[in-house]
């Protein structure tokens, strides 16, 4: 079955730094790749998704290229703020049953710090 | 505004005590789902439901249940609670089951089941 694998935390950086979340896949078929963020107290919003292998997703600042041939996905950032503290969760959906849902990672807990 | 909207957000209830979440999207969307959220467990799906009156079970449907009768409308049902089903709770939505299309989640419900 479907499967995602990311990087444990809590991961603690200075505001300013790089950000790299590590994820990777495994899949049968060709899924579609997310990272989803929840801030504290709150629910789970898309950051961002590719649909196809070589698709970079971005937003506020975040990136995550979708590589077929390392089945990865990963999240990076260039400068971190303490308002990107949050817990981070890499996800797939595929071909398979459940209505093709979302397989979920752990989550990775990021805190930046002043 | 486009949202899934959860009732209970927060919940504390005895053993036993039959409760509902409901669930709500203003989105025409088809495809809905619950999702549970555990510590060192990611998020799992519980049941889902392709349209009206279609519905199946996810990875941890036990204990569940759940209804469609309108296709806004997923309310989840615990029948007789257990301390095992405290968790945060997750309602989704989605346009369908083509793998692209992302999942949008409510809020979420916190049970805790004394």
């Known amino acids: 079955g479907n499967s995602v694998t990311q990087m444990e935390g809590p991961v603690t950086l200075s505001e300013e730094a790089f950000l790299t979340i590590n994820c990777t896949y495994t899949a049968t078929g060709y899924p579609s790749l997310f990272w989803y963020v929840q801030y504290p107290g709150e629910g789970l919003q898309l950051l961002l998704k590719?649909?196809?292998?070589?698709d970079k997703g971005s937003n506020k600042g975040f990136e995550a290229t979708y590589r077929k041939e390392t089945t990865s996905f990963h999240l990076e950032k260039g400068s971190v703020q303490v308002s990107d503290s949050a817990v981070y969760f890499c996800?797939?959906?595929?071909?398979?049953?459940?209505?093709?849902?979302?397989?979920f990672g752990t989550g990775t807990q990021l805190k930046v710090e002043l | 505004e486009a949202q899934v909207t959860q009732n209970p957000r927060y919940l504390i209830t005895v053993t036993g005590k039959k409760l509902t979440v409901t669930c709500s999207q203003n989105?025409?969307?088809?495809?809905m789902s619950w999702y549970r959220q555990d510590p060192g467990l990611g998020l799992r799906q519980i049941y889902y439901?392709?349209?009206?009156?279609?519905?199946d079970k996810g990875d941890v449907p036990e204990g569940y249940k759940v209804s469609r009768k309108e296709k806004r409308n997923f309310p989840l049902i615990l029948e007789s609670p257990s301390p095992n089903q405290t968790s945060l709770y997750f309602c989704a939505s989605s346009p369908g089951r083509f793998s692209g299309n992302t999942i949008y989640f409510g809020e979420g419900s916190w049970l805790t089941v004394v």
């Open positions: 989105m025409n969307h088809e495809y």
């Open positions: 439901s392709m349209n009206v009156e279609v519905t």
């Open positions: 590719a649909t196809k292998a070589d």
């Open positions: 996800a797939l959906r595929g071909l398979t049953g459940g209505g093709n849902k979302l397989t």
